[in-house]
């Protein structure tokens, strides 16, 4: 056992924060994200069945992408990843997953050291091992392919083990 191999930082406190701002009945005034009032009226409740209404969300935004500014795509991409794995660690109950970011994923897997820093790796679950998971890797896929890349399936997978830990194919 290497006694001297360093942990990343934890950020489980400030991804949850963002997954309570997607679900939020109430959101932030002064940062809404497209369709917010819609999204209030939904049960996001965290289970893994609200991920259905997290894909019928995003199969709208993803054709309004092109009228919104780099910082309205960024904060509905990151607070829609955030919920979806803040989904996955409350659930699971085989591994404990904690949010790390891409400097934290690199002491992980070295091969993410030469990645160039983009929104899909701004925040990853870590089981406390070598496991990876990138649900707003997923967020980021789901928009840009469709229906084919349901986070709620993604979800489910990762909960019940059956997803491996693989390095994302970002640009599939």
């Given at each position: 056992m290497n006694w001297f191999k360093r942990k990343p930082p934890i950020f489980d406190e400030a991804l949850a924060e963002l997954a309570d701002m997607f679900a939020s009945k109430s959101p932030p005034i002064d940062s809404?994200?497209?369709g917010q009032s819609s999204l209030a009226t939904l049960p996001l409740d965290y289970s893994v069945q609200s991920l259905v209404l997290v894909?019928?969300?995003l199969d709208q935004f993803r054709f309004q992408i092109d009228a919104l500014d780099d910082a309205a795509f960024a904060q509905t991409?990151?607070?829609c990843g955030a919920y979806a794995g803040e989904v996955i660690r409350r659930n699971s109950t085989r591994r404990a997953y904690h949010w790390i970011d891409q400097q934290g994923?690199?002491?992980i897997n070295r091969e993410f050291a030469s990645w160039e820093p983009e929104i899909?790796?701004?925040a990853v679950l870590w089981d406390g091992g070598s496991g990876l998971v990138f649900?707003?890797?997923k967020v980021c896929k789901r928009i840009a392919n469709g229906p084919e890349e349901s986070i709620h399936f993604f979800a489910g997978a990762v909960i019940?083990?059956?997803l491996g830990?693989?390095?994302p194919d970002l640009y599939a």
């Open positions: 809404p994200i497209p894909d019928n969300y991409v990151l607070r994923a690199a002491m899909s790796l701004m649900p707003v890797a019940a083990g059956t830990d693989q390095v």
